[in-house]
């Protein structure tokens, strides 16, 4: 079995083992062509995005002008927010060489002197031993001006932790940019996108932790090696994060393509109790959720999941048992996307409140059957019209969710004794904001 | 130049230009609120929403470049759908206080709940409650509820009163407008963010619950309080002015004002300090007399003088006419050789905005005029005063200016004259040294013509009435409530000063004396002064319009 990302050497994010491992020897391969050259290779390796949308990482490097006169930029998206997504910290802690190694060469490949890591604020503790990787590498010489002398190129570039401060908004990429420049984070207006209008207004690449990871092993190895692993049209392994109703939850690197089922039967130790399968999330909150008995022979790649109904992700697998109550996980879930609105554009703003207004209403047994209809309206209002995809994100879980558990949705609704009251905003004028009463744990 | 379509019309378009742009310059109202033409884009209302075809999602108008062979559908089911769910979401949680509300009338979002949204709310829950009331500066108010976030506010600080006081914080349906820790929202353009405000979020603390905005007229005209001209409305209820706001010309001050000239250049029309009715000084106090004992009384005054003692003080903050009407009076019927104005230049109180250094709005038309009849513009104020402190000045005609406000020392030379003849507007230092006093119009009830610091020359309209007005041909703009005036609107019946443009009280003068012509309107002075300097050949009001004639300019001015 292949392990690119996390390959099973122990103590591998020592700079020691890395360098006994054919460490930095990628870098070395790739600074002897020329950066159409990687770009050629990583876009023949079929190499896709894994922050979620799956874009052909080759693809998006070649959208980098060639002439320009301004700095170019690479940021690597490390905020990893989306609940259910654990996997670069991984990295972080384990591999970290491998993604200093990733970003020499996709800084080559693009033309930028400069990289910036974007790790999320709650991340203290990974954020030691990628600054401790990044120390080791410049006091080696596999950063920063002593490039020229180790690896006898003209090239050299600075990499750069920046830690956020705990938003999901900013592993949206313009709001990443944002926060990088020390603006509000804001996702911006596309187009123009980062290629031509990034950071500071020059062209910019952002990649996330684990596809840079993946780009020493392809460089060395050859694009076909790596297109020859898992299922063709999304090659590579991937870092499913499984968290829920398993006996073993955590990370797996494994092919793509690999059935959702193994995963958790082989991998992740089946489910608790040997209960059946209510709900499954595929690739991170934000996505599509699928119904348990309908995951049989589903394979976990890109394609297979966009004919499932749901997306990849990031690869984080939720697992609900069948004891799982949904109208509160939905409710929780939309919890999220509501504190974590940037508030910028209106469906957004205003419309992941309402949402959650509704459900915790719902929870509270003072729902209605429109309620139900009112919610995936309010959801279709949302998807598609706002600045940023975390419309959709929020969108989502509600319309799918409700859409394929309206039974259980119902039987809740139905169940409701309690008229609700209308808009009491008069009589609540002294009281504090109304949201911050809803607990949902 | 390429073409594309919007609604199945064709459009031509400059390369640059956003769908937007070019269906607001081509009378196709896409409803917006975040975009404003001289602001960044910042694309967050998303009510511009608009399906173009072979792009999968709706498209905003405000950012997305129009391109040849584009086609927009701004009607099609899609588009209206997405207006109605975005007039939702602004609806859920703004309070419906439009009776109390400053901005009703003119509220984007009131007008589009009418054109854009589905007419009942499916909103059942609480809505949310944020900060009302909070004072953002001196002179803005800000009401958190009503706030949807737009960031127009935001933009405008930044952008253009170039100084950044405003931001959002929270993030969410929590996010608000705060300044700047220890900051205030005290930029000398802050209230313009008031007027840009699509909602009554940010109000006018100055106006805010003195007026409705229908229950007001608006009167087209010009700011006075510096020489840039800022183009204003002047609105008006029961004969009071309630507030300024800037009127948009791109030539001169696009869309904005200052704060000063919005709050403190029209006080003085309604305060109590007004001058009603002339006065004359009787054993050594002042009188209220009638308008022709005044005159009688000036013209027996002014006989007793040689033409060499008499000196003649015009006002560069005076209109044109008024002006022109004070030296032709001076020359043609007193022969008064000595003619002056007192500089209002601040040095350095100006910006590279729209403030100037010059406090007066018609410096450069006053200089033209008394250039084209030959009259010393150099330090022609301080040799009016020298000539009176020497004694050979002994009458002076002072036109619309306090001449002691800040030259406190003046008082001795004033103390010299034997007679002290002034039309003012309100009760002020120069006045109350006066032997006559002739009770002024102020801009506000006045044609009058202007010309700025870039020599554009401009007009004001009366918009108050003035006891003389009531009678006057010279038109008025006049507003509904003008012509078909509600019991609740009072202008019919309120007092009205008893004042007169200066030009008519120098003419009145003037015509008794000997002077042949005798005008009736403001503009049959203008037409007759636009006949003696060539750069102002051929203008008349109308001519001048709503937003002035840049007058041509030559290296001698």
């Given amino acids: 079995m292949h392990r690119i990302v996390l390959p099973d050497i122990k103590n591998l994010q020592e700079i020691d083992v890395y360098l006994a491992n054919q460490g930095y020897y990628g870098a070395r391969l790739a600074f002897q062509k020329s950066p159409d050259d990687i770009i050629e290779i990583v876009k ?43 996997k670069d910290r991984q990295i972080f802690e384990f591999n970290p060489h491998q993604l200093i190694e990733g970003i020499l060469i996709t800084c080559y490949a693009i033309g930028a002197q400069t990289a910036y890591i974007y790790i999320r604020g709650e991340y203290h503790k990974w954020i030691k031993p990628v600054q401790k990787a990044i120390d080791e590498a410049y006091n080696n010489g596999f950063i920063g001006s002593r490039m020229k002398e180790t690896f006898g190129t003209q090239f050299s570039c600075d990499i750069f932790i920046h830690k956020g401060a705990g938003a999901y908004i900013c592993g949206e990429e313009s709001s990443l940019m944002n926060s990088i420049e020390g603006q509000r984070a804001y996702p911006r207006v596309k187009p123009p996108f980062p290629a031509q209008n990034g950071l500071w207004g020059n062209p910019t690449t952002i990649n996330n932790v684990e596809t840079i990871t993946n780009v020493p092993p392809i460089i060395k190895n050859g694009s076909e090696w790596f297109s020859s692993i898992g299922e063709p049209k999304h090659p590579g392994t991937l870092l499913f994060g499984v968290s829920g109703h398993v006996n073993k939850p955590g990370v797996y690197e494994l092919p793509t393509g690999t059935l959702l089922t193994d995963i958790i039967e082989k991998y992740a130790g089946g489910v608790i109790n040997a209960k059946r399968i209510k709900c499954i999330i595929p690739g991170g909150t934000s996505m599509p959720p699928l119904k348990g008995d309908s995951i049989e022979g589903l394979k976990m790649d890109a394609e297979s999941l966009r004919a499932a109904g749901s997306a990849i992700g990031t690869g984080g697998i939720i697992v609900m048992d069948e004891d799982t109550d949904l109208v509160k996980v939905l409710a929780r879930m939309t919890k999220f996307y509501y504190h974590e609105s940037c508030g910028q554009c209106t469906p957004c703003r205003e419309g992941t409140g309402w949402m959650l207004k509704i459900l915790k209403r719902i929870l509270d047994g003072k729902g209605t059957k429109s309620d139900l209809d009112l919610l995936i309206s309010i959801a279709n209002n949302i998807d ?29 609704v139905n169940e409701s004794i309690q008229i609700p009251v209308n808009n009491k905003v008069h009589s609540m004028r002294k009281t504090k904001n109304p949201i911050d009463n809803i607990e949902i744990r | 130049m390429p073409k594309f379509q919007i609604d199945g019309k064709e459009f031509e378009f400059k390369n640059g230009q956003t769908v937007l742009e070019v269906a607001l310059e081509n009378g196709i109202d896409i409803p917006h609120f975040c975009y404003h033409p001289l602001l960044s884009i910042s694309g967050n209302c998303r009510m511009c929403l608009v399906e173009i075809e072979k792009m999968p999602k709706l498209m905003i108008s405000c950012s997305t470049l129009a391109a040849e062979g584009m086609v927009v559908h701004t009607q099609s089911e899609r588009a209206i759908n997405a207006r109605k769910a975005v007039m939702e979401f602004f ?22 709940t009418y054109q854009h949204s589905i007419g009942e709310s499916r909103f059942t829950e609480t809505k949310n409650l944020k900060e009302k009331r909070v004072p953002l500066g001196p002179y803005v108010m800000f009401d958190g509820d009503r706030c949807i976030a737009c960031s127009r506010c935001i933009r405008f600080c930044d952008e253009i009163a170039k100084s950044s006081q405003l931001t959002f914080v929270k993030r969410g349906d929590r996010v608000t407008i705060e300044t700047f820790p220890g900051m205030q929202l005290d930029n000398s353009y802050s209230l313009n963010v008031t007027d840009i405000c699509p909602v009554g979020a940010l109000t006018n603390r100055d106006f805010r619950f003195k007026a409705r905005v229908w229950d007001m007229s608006a009167t087209k005209s010009v700011c006075i309080g510096c020489s840039r001209g800022c183009n204003i409305e002047v609105w008006v209820r029961s004969n009071e002015i309630m507030r300024l706001t800037p009127r948009f010309n791109p030539d001169v001050n696009q869309y904005w004002m200052c704060d000063e000239g919005r709050l403190k250049t029209w006080k003085h029309v309604n305060s109590d300090t007004r001058i009603n009715g002339p006065q004359l000084r009787k054993n050594g106090t002042l009188a209220e007399v009638g308008w022709d004992e005044a005159y009688a009384f000036a013209i027996s005054e002014l006989k007793n003088f040689n033409k060499d003692e008499i000196g003649i003080i015009l006002s560069s903050s005076a209109s044109m006419e008024d002006n022109y009407m004070g030296i032709k009076f001076g020359k043609s019927v007193l022969g008064a050789k000595y003619f002056g104005y007192k500089s209002k230049v601040l040095k350095g109180s100006g910006d590279d905005i729209l403030i100037t250094d010059d406090k007066a709005p018609n410096t450069f038309g006053l200089e033209l005029l008394l250039k084209s009849f030959s009259v010393r513009i150099e330090n022609s104020f301080e040799q009016v005063m020298s000539l009176i ?10 036109i619309e200016d306090d001449i002691l406000s800040g030259s406190e020392e003046l008082n001795k030379t004033l103390d010299r004259l034997d007679l002290l003849i002034v039309t003012a507007s309100n009760m002020n230092k120069t006045a109350e040294k006066a032997h006559i006093i002739f009770a002024a119009s102020t801009y506000a009830e006045k044609n009058g013509t202007f010309v700025n610091v870039s020599g554009r020359i401009q007009r004001t309209k009366p918009a108050v009435v003035t006891s003389e007005r009531e009678r006057s041909l010279d038109g008025f703009e006049m507003s509904r409530l003008d012509k078909f005036g509600t019991e609740w609107d009072k202008w019919g019946k309120v007092n009205k000063i008893e004042a007169r443009a200066s030009w008519k009280i120098l003419n009145g003068l003037g015509v008794v004396m000997g002077q042949k012509l005798k005008y009736n309107m403001a503009e049959e002075v203008f037409v007759d002064l636009s006949k003696t300097i060539d750069k102002l050949s051929g203008l008349d009001y109308r001519a001048i319009g709503e937003t002035g004639v840049q007058l041509k300019l030559t290296n001698t001015n």
């Fill in chain 1, 44 to 86: 023949k390796s079929g190499l896709r995005g894994r922050g979620g949308a799956a874009f052909l990482t080759g693809l998006k490097w070649s959208f980098m002008p060639k002439v320009t006169s301004k700095p170019k930029y690479l940021c690597v998206n490390g905020d990893e927010s989306e609940p259910g997504s654990f």
């Fill in chain 1, 384 to 412: 598609g019209n706002t600045v940023c995809a975390l419309g959709e994100a929020a969108a989502w879980p509600v319309k799918f969710t409700i859409a394929r558990f309206r039974d259980e949705f119902e039987n809740r």
């Fill in chain 2, 91 to 112: 609806l859920i949680n703004h309070p419906l206080d439009c009776p109390i509300c400053d901005e009703a009338g003119e509220c984007k979002l009131q007008d589009y």
């Fill in chain 2, 389 to 398: 402190n020497e004694g050979k000045i002994k009458a002076l005609l002072v």
